[in-house]
């Protein structure tokens, strides 16, 4: 999906959303989101490319490991938690340059 670009990112973030809608409604390993997060938001290499492609999804798919986190669906150490917690603050501005980008002046 990652290779798909745009759309494939938007795929990665959607299927975070139903993950945490799924375990709103049903007891989800804790190994599911662990290994979600390490591939999508914590290899530097797939954020990255998740980034370029859609910054709006990525931030999507970390936004939604923290939800996790703080709604109990997922046990994960505080290291862990502020290394999202940085990559959800960077693309929040990320967002913001792409979005002020598009502003006439």
């Not at 923290?66 to 109990?72: F, P, S």
């Amino acid at each position: 999906m990652i290779a798909q670009g745009s759309g494939g990112a938007y795929e990665v973030s959607q299927r975070m959303t139903a993950m945490v809608g799924w375990a709103a409604t049903t007891k989800v390993d804790n190994f599911v989101f662990s290994e979600a997060a390490e591939r999508y938001a914590l290899d530097e290499d797939v954020s990255r490319a998740l980034q370029k492609s859609n910054p709006e999804a990525w931030k999507n798919t970390v936004r939604r490991l923290l939800e996790a986190a703080g709604r109990g669906m997922w046990e994960t150490d505080e290291e862990t938690l502020d290394k999202l917690r940085e990559l959800y603050a960077d693309a929040d501005d990320m967002v913001e340059r792409v979005a002020s980008s598009f502003q006439k002046e």
